[in-house]
């Protein structure tokens, strides 16, 4: 049986790599490390928690005794490493949060890994999940490619970025077996309603505001996150060590564009008559540092590992789009509490 530790598993992307782990691999055994920010949520794991091969760990990875002993039990083969804070508003107003998470609990698992494999790194690896906006921001033309410089321009992209600086250092001073892949926006269920898609979605819902930053001009090249599973799956087996590959859909949307197919299969679902979701569509003022674009290059995956997204972004939305009508409960248990100051302070206060 192979040990695999799952960080941030209980969270968006992070829930789906585990059931997809959980459900395809029963020869591994999946732990899920998840300390449950306002991001985690054990309900997205209700269907696998009884399963033999999974076990959740409740623990904070920039704790480093934590994180140093669990390591010593339970001698991990694999790591892949999804724990972070993600939202870029929320690193906007709180920065340091993002340095402590993304950053310090990077090094913490690097060196508990590094401590724990010691010289036997017969199939051993540790696999760290990055974003596309390390990169910066693009103008009109142009694609991400793996060679692209770093340029990150927000909070949360410089700590994601300097995330990856180190893993790369701990692979070419250590010698740690790493890999690593940088991903577009990802869309699909299970998101946290602070992101674009959930968060318009639960705002047609009850009927609020679309609050669209600046001119809502700004392009995202859109995942459905179960592709980004399989693209990690496909990572974590065929990818070779020390290597980067940048996963995205070739899906490119301007952001007035994407809320405005979002909101006719919002009315066409939920029976509203034809433009009220788009009535609801408010510009307010632009997000401080606001990336342009950003556009994937996924040729490297595609061609050396044969991975290519399966889902069209219309089929993609429509399923999201019946996932959040199917699963109001989750949506009502996220939103209430403390997410109600979030937004008061994100959008009404601002
Ligand atoms: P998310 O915010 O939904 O989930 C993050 C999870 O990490 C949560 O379950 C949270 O409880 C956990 N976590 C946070 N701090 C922790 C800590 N100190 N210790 C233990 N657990 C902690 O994020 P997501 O959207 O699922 O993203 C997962 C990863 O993928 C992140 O590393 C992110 O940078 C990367 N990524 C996300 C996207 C995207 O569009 N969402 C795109 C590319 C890459
Ligand atoms: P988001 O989902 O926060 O992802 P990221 O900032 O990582 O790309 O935002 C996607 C795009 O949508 C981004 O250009 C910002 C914009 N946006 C809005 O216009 N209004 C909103 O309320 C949010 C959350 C995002």
Known sequence: MRKILITGGAGFIGSHLVRHFVNKYPNYNIYNLDCLTYAGNLANLSDIENKSNYKFIKADITSESD?????????????????????????????????????????????AAR?????????????????????????????????????????????????????????????????????????????????????????????????????????RDWLFVLDHTVAIDTIFHKGRIGETYNIGGHNEWKNIDLIKLLCSIMDKKTGRNPGTSESLITYIKDRAGHDLRYAIDASKIQNELGWKPSVTFEQGLEITVEWYLNNKEWLESVTSGEYQKYYDNQYIKR
């Open 67 to 111: 994180v140093f002993s669990l390591f010593e039990i339970e001698k991990f083969d694999a790591v892949i490493h999804l724990a972070a804070e993600s939202h870029v508003d929320r690193s906007i107003a709180n920065p340091m949060a993002f340095i402590h998470t993304n950053l310090v609990g990077t090094v913490n698992l690097l060196n």
């Open 115 to 219: 401590k724990s494999w010691g010289s036997d790194l017969n199939g051993k690896l540790f696999y760290h999940v990055s974003t596309d906006e390390v990169y910066g921001s693009l103008n009109d033309i142009g694609l991400f490619t793996e060679n692209t410089s770093y340029d990150p321009r927000s909070p949360y992209s410089a700590s994601k970025a300097s995330s990856d600086h180190f893993v790369r250092a701990w692979h070419h001073t250590y010698g740690l077996p790493v890999v690593i892949s940088n991903c577009s926006n990802n869309y699909g269920p299970n998101q946290f309603p602070e992101k674009l898609i959930p968060l318009f979605i639960n705002n047609i819902l009850n009927n609020k505001p679309l609050p669209v930053y600046g001119k809502g001009e700004n392009v």
